[in-house]
């Protein structure tokens, strides 16, 4: 097991051992060259809790530099005296308690109480002291959620003791066994932003990926794949790998781990991850970066943004600019190994063709883009690996031809290829269609179970999200009810016809840094009234990434981001605002797009298809809840009458939302 702190005692021998020799095992654990700053910090902890125990009989464990490998930090000091869980956070010298310091708290607490097994029906209190603070929370009354998580609590050196001890006396609970607690299993579910910032600094999935007994997990299929890479580079040999997952599985986290742990510049090795969704490619790009720069800060050293871009520009990249590059150099590409994120969605012939003549002006282009990037690959003369992540159900745009592309392709023009399939890729929801069928003669082929991510970690509160919504797209009634039942005390949704009344719920259900922020529909044309005009494009970098305090930021609640802006991603909490372009019906859903000054019906099934999904794609967004907001219509309006809305409000009703 992974030592996940820096010092650990009893509170009896922590008081009785001297500050120096706890001080030197601080030191020790450190990975890092240690700032005066720090070690003076250490310090003042070390005395100020040595204080708090020479007047009373507390027994209990306390740790330092706790680890929280999903957030990439660490917890100051952890207190388990009685029944009680402390999370401390210190700031030293400080005078005022700010509202990002209040929010890191929480996290730390939250992040406990969600995916530390032991915590999960612990009393968990977390403490903010800003030691130089004039206040404190002393006198305030303390406030337990329906989690037992109590609400941050603000001390400063001097009534942090009486803190405590109010803490103890005025709650119950069973008394914490400190050594069933410290071997409690860590099983995170962080979101993709989380992932890539903690596998790039060096973390592995099992720190901060869960995984359950009897599941197919992220690990087994990281493994596969990296033995199949292996396998190829050994015998020179080029292979393709489908792998599947439902929405939320974490097959955007397998394809960052192998792009991260397939880089040897010292073997000429090199990987690269590749998207085609732009909003995922900047934010990961985005983050990474400042979080480069951020820990280089925390080390000691100083790094220029521009140059933590550039590397993590190495490894991710957008696929189109991955295709235009291997236009302009017919030579090998760089890399042996190119993972393709939401292959479903590559462009078949037509749409390459065209887009190729018109905004590329190449106009002998003759390929889709999946027989584009695999000859591009095939320019190796050892060895070479593709790895297509394949979701279902995701396919947005016009020309996103599914699977079947790929496999055409293979079979059609690379015979020496060898395939490893999920045996999911069967399932009609991947989009592979007949073509799967054509695999039977094929000989280089091997079905692999470890290729398929069956559970989805995007909702940590509750796994059968992706299927109720389903169940609803499907207009399975009974089973979007009987699936709900099952969910409703882990993850709540509710639905309102009052756009204030649902920002008011998704307010006060998040807490710390908890990310919420609006959704609605590419051709939610008629929200306007509403505040929420979807022609006005968002900057995804600054909506998902920025601060409480931007107005750039989801935060705010003012600018609704579309499909296209969020699929990949994922927030705790979204606010789902439902147009009239997505309507129940008698016959099921109708699908309408607004032109002009008035609705005109979608009849084309392609163009049906890509509006379910994108509703599919809003829908599966969240990862704690979510408030449904159907605008009741206003009858002086032609293109918002009550008739496109209520029937979809009554039959989310009628599967058991509540009513706000």
């Given at each position: 097991?992974?030592?996940?702190?820096?010092?650990?005692?009893?509170?009896?021998?922590?008081?009785?051992?001297?500050?120096?020799?706890?001080?030197?095992?601080?030191?020790?654990?450190?990975?890092?060259?240690?700032?005066?700053?720090?070690?003076?910090?250490?310090?003042?902890?070390?005395?100020?809790?040595?204080?708090?125990?020479?007047?009373?009989?507390?027994?209990?464990?306390?740790?330092?530099?706790?680890?929280?490998?999903?957030?990439?930090?660490?917890?100051?000091?952890?207190?388990?005296?009685?029944?009680?869980?402390?999370?401390?956070?210190?700031?030293?010298?400080?005078?005022?308690?700010?509202?990002?310091?209040?929010?890191?708290?929480?996290?730390?607490?939250?992040?406990?109480?969600?995916?530390?097994?032991?915590?999960?029906?612990?009393?968990?209190?977390?403490?903010?002291?800003?030691?130089?603070?004039?206040?404190?929370?002393?006198?305030?009354?303390?406030?337990?959620?329906?989690?037992?998580?109590?609400?941050?609590?603000?001390?400063?050196?001097?009534?942090?003791?009486?803190?405590?001890?109010?803490?103890?006396?005025?709650?119950?609970?069973?008394?914490?066994?400190?050594?069933?607690?410290?071997?409690?299993?860590?099983?995170?579910?962080?979101?993709?932003?989380?992932?890539?910032?903690?596998?790039?600094?060096?973390?592995?999935?099992?720190?901060?990926?869960?995984?359950?007994?009897?599941?197919?997990?992220?690990?087994?299929?990281?493994?596969?794949?990296?033995?199949?890479i292996s396998w190829a580079h050994d015998h020179s040999k080029k292979a393709i790998c489908f792998v599947t997952g439902v929405p939320g599985a974490g097959k955007t986290l397998v394809g960052l781990k192998i792009a991260i742990n397939h880089i040897n510049k010292d073997d000429n090795l090199y990987s690269v991850y590749l998207s085609g969704n732009g909003p995922l490619v900047n934010i990961l790009h985005e983050a990474l970066a400042r979080d480069k720069v951020q820990r280089a800060?925390?080390?000691?050293?100083?790094?220029?943004?521009?140059?933590?871009?550039?590397?993590?520009?190495?490894?991710?990249?957008?696929?189109?600019?991955?295709?235009?590059?291997?236009?302009?150099?017919?030579?090998?590409?760089?890399?042996?190994?190119?993972?393709?994120?939401?292959?479903?969605?590559?462009?078949?012939?037509?749409?390459?063709?065209?887009?190729?003549?018109?905004?590329?002006?190449?106009?002998?282009?003759?390929?889709?883009?999946?027989?584009?990037?695999?000859?591009?690959?095939?320019?190796?003369?050892?060895?070479?690996?593709?790895?297509?992540?394949?979701?279902?159900?995701?396919?947005?745009?016009?020309?996103?031809?599914?699977?079947?592309?790929?496999?055409k392709s293979i079979l059609n023009s690379n015979p020496d290829w060898h395939i490893f399939i999920s045996p999911q890729l069967n399932d009609s929801e991947y989009g592979a269609g007949q073509v799967i069928n054509q695999l039977e003669h094929f000989q280089n082929k091997k079905y692999l179970n470890d290729l398929h991510l069956n559970v989805s970690m995007r909702?940590?509160?509750?796994?059968?999200?992706?299927?109720?919504?389903?169940?609803?797209?499907?207009?399975?009634?009974?089973?979007?009810?009987?699936?709900?039942?099952?969910?409703?005390?882990?993850?709540?949704?509710?639905?309102?016809?009052?756009?204030?009344?649902?920002?008011?719920?998704?307010?006060?259900?998040?807490?710390?840094?908890?990310?919420?922020?609006?959704?609605?529909?590419?051709?939610?044309?008629?929200?306007?009234?509403?505040?929420?005009?979807?022609?006005?494009?968002?900057?995804?970098?600054?909506?998902?990434?920025?601060?409480?305090?931007?107005?750039?930021?989801?935060?705010?609640?003012?600018?609704?981001?579309?499909?296209?802006?969020?699929?990949?991603?994922?927030?705790?909490?979204?606010?789902?605002?439902?147009?009239?372009?997505?309507?129940?019906?008698?016959?099921?859903?109708?699908?309408?797009?607004?032109?002009?000054?008035?609705?005109?019906?979608?009849?084309?099934?392609?163009?049906?298809?890509?509006?379910?999904?994108?509703?599919?794609?809003?829908?599966?967004?969240?990862?704690?809840?979510?408030?449904?907001?159907?605008?009741?219509?206003?009858?002086?309006?032609?293109?918002?009458?009550?008739?496109?809305?209520?029937?979809?409000?009554?039959?989310?009703?009628?599967?058991?939302?509540?009513?706000?």
């Amino acid at each position: 097991m992974l030592k996940r702190y820096f010092y650990s005692d009893s509170i009896e021998i922590f008081c009785q051992k001297p500050d120096m020799e706890i001080l030197g095992e601080l030191s020790s654990n450190n990975l890092f060259a240690l700032e005066q700053t720090q070690r003076d910090s250490w310090e003042t902890q070390i005395k100020l809790i040595k204080g708090l125990f020479h007047s009373t009989a507390y027994s209990g464990q306390i740790f330092f530099e706790y680890s929280i490998p999903r957030l990439g930090k660490r917890i100051d000091v952890l207190l388990i005296i009685d029944h009680v869980l402390f999370v401390i956070e210190f700031k030293v010298n400080e005078t005022n308690f700010h509202n990002h310091a209040i929010d890191q708290v929480w996290d730390y607490a939250l992040d406990l109480k969600n995916f530390h097994e032991s915590s999960h029906h612990c009393l968990v209190a977390p403490l903010l002291v800003s030691t130089h603070a004039r206040n404190s929370d002393l006198d305030k009354p303390i406030t337990i959620r329906e989690d037992n998580l109590i609400d941050p609590i603000c001390s400063n050196s001097n009534s942090l003791k009486e803190i405590i001890d109010k803490v103890i006396s005025t709650s119950i609970g069973n008394n914490i066994d400190s050594l069933q607690w410290a071997a409690g299993r860590y099983r995170p579910t962080p979101t993709i932003v989380e992932a890539a910032k903690a596998l790039y600094s060096g973390h592995s999935v099992e720190e901060i990926a869960r995984s359950d007994a009897g599941e197919i997990n992220l690990n087994k299929t990281s493994n596969s794949i990296a033995n199949i890479i292996s396998w190829a580079h050994d015998h020179s040999k080029k292979a393709i790998c489908f792998v599947t997952g439902v929405p939320g599985a974490g097959k955007t986290l397998v394809g960052l781990k192998i792009a991260i742990n397939h880089i040897n510049k010292d073997d000429n090795l090199y990987s690269v991850y590749l998207s085609g969704n732009g909003p995922l490619v900047n934010i990961l790009h985005e983050a990474l970066a400042r979080d480069k720069v951020q820990r280089a800060i925390d080390e000691g050293n100083k790094l220029k943004k521009n140059q933590a871009m550039s590397e993590v520009k190495m490894f991710i990249q957008n696929v189109h600019h991955f295709r235009d590059d291997c236009l302009r150099d017919l030579k090998p590409p760089l890399e042996h190994v190119a993972i393709f994120d939401e292959a479903q969605r590559a462009w078949n012939k037509e749409q390459t063709i065209k887009f190729m003549a018109t905004k590329k002006g190449v106009s002998n282009f003759t390929s889709s883009e999946p027989e584009f990037l695999i000859s591009c690959l095939n320019r190796h003369d050892d060895w070479a690996v593709i790895v297509c992540l394949v979701g279902g159900g995701q396919e947005i745009n016009t020309g996103e031809v599914g699977i079947s592309e790929w496999i055409k392709s293979i079979l059609n023009s690379n015979p020496d290829w060898h395939i490893f399939i999920s045996p999911q890729l069967n399932d009609s929801e991947y989009g592979a269609g007949q073509v799967i069928n054509q695999l039977e003669h094929f000989q280089n082929k091997k079905y692999l179970n470890d290729l398929h991510l069956n559970v989805s970690m995007r909702s940590f509160r509750a796994e059968n999200v992706s299927h109720l919504v389903k169940s609803i797209l499907d207009v399975d009634r009974q089973s979007a009810i009987e699936t709900y039942r099952e969910i409703s005390d882990k993850y709540p949704i509710a639905i309102t016809r009052n756009l204030n009344k649902a920002k008011k719920w998704i307010r006060s259900k998040a807490r710390g840094s908890e990310r919420y922020g609006l959704v609605a529909s590419s051709k939610a044309q008629r929200l306007k009234p509403h505040s929420i005009d979807i022609r006005v494009e968002i900057n995804p970098v600054h909506w998902f990434l920025n601060e409480k305090n931007d107005v750039r930021s989801s935060y705010f609640l003012e600018d609704a981001a579309t499909e296209f802006d969020v699929q990949g991603l994922e927030l705790d909490w979204t606010c789902v605002t439902w147009d009239g372009d997505f309507r129940k019906s008698t016959l099921g859903w109708s699908h309408w797009s607004f032109r002009g000054d008035e609705w005109a019906k979608i009849h084309k099934i392609e163009i049906q298809q890509y509006q379910l999904n994108a509703y599919r794609v809003l829908l599966t967004r969240a990862r704690q809840g979510m408030v449904i907001f159907i605008p009741e219509g206003d009858p002086e309006d032609h293109t918002r009458k009550a008739e496109y809305y209520d029937p979809t409000f009554q039959y989310l009703a009628e599967i058991g939302f509540p009513v706000i």
